[in-house]
T-cell receptor
Framework: DADVTQTPRNRITKTGKRIMLECSQT?????MYWYRQDPGLGLQLIYY???????NKGEISDGYSVSRQAQAKFSLSLESAIPNQTALYFC?????????????FGPGTRLTVL | DQQVKQNSPSLSVQEGRISILNCDYT??????FLWYKKYPAEGPTFLIS?????DKNEDGRFTVFLNKSAKHLSLHIVPSQPGDSAVYFC????????????FGKGTKLTVNP
């Protein structure tokens, strides 16, 4: 079973709709992240959480919100989706107790906003 | 302001030859650097990393070199294989790797048989 899972894997929605992307992890990591990937722009950090009660904005948080429901779950919401939020979205986790550690990524959600 | 730069969007090499992917950074507080590999329809996967106390780290066919004075790192793949064809992202963080990662835009490597 995958350590970091994302649901849904693909989603098509309409402008103005509310949508939630979910991320779950079985790695026991305390840190979780949401990234967005656009063609030619690499990975941009939307929000991150270093523990259940900690939420931080990333580079491009406008138009997004997050919820850390438990150590293992971190969801990303688009309150009113717009076409320029069409992108690949990745969730990632890392172990905050270890220095010099990598992030582990989920398989991604492809979101299309019409 | 782009703190991590991968100036080559793409690179094409022949199977068996060396692939060299480059990355530059501007933030002198960065002390931990990583390379990720990404195939289409998959999430990025960690490949290799290096901390600022080293100037080289090897793992099989993959070697990362760090030149702190030039704020430059490179990933060498020797020999290159068709399965190495993917997008490679350079990433950096500060404070012993405990800070969030900053990613470059990626370089698409194509290894031709």
């Amino acid at each position: 079973d995958a350590d970091v899972t994302q649901t849904p894997r693909n989603r098509i929605t309409k402008t103005g709709k509310r949508i939630m992307l979910e991320c779950s992890q079985t790695k026991g990591h305390d840190r979780m992240y949401w990234y967005r990937q656009d063609p030619g722009l690499g990975l941009q950090l939307i929000y991150y959480s270093f523990d259940v009660k900690d939420i931080n904005k990333g580079e491009i948080s406008d138009g997004y919100s997050v919820s850390r429901q438990a150590q293992a779950k971190f969801s990303l919401s688009l309150e009113s989706a717009i076409p320029n939020q069409t992108a690949l979205y990745f969730c990632a986790t890392s172990d905050g107790d270890i220095s010099y550690n990598e992030q582990f990524f989920g398989p991604g959600t492809r979101l299309t906003v019409l | 302001d782009q703190q991590v730069k991968q100036n080559s969007p793409s690179l094409s090499v022949q199977e068996g030859r060396i692939s060299i992917l480059n990355c530059d950074y501007t933030n002198s507080m960065f002390d931990y650097f990583l390379w990720y590999k990404k195939y289409p329809a998959e999430g990025p996967t960690f490949l290799i990393s290096i901390s600022s106390i080293k100037d080289k780290n090897e793992d099989g066919r993959f070697t990362v070199f760090l030149n702190k004075s030039a704020k430059h790192l490179s990933l060498h793949i020797v020999p290159s294989q068709p399965g190495d064809s993917a997008v490679y992202f350079c990433a950096a963080s500060a404070r012993g790797g405990s800070e969030k990662l900053v990613f470059g835009k990626g370089t698409k490597l194509t290894v031709n048989p």
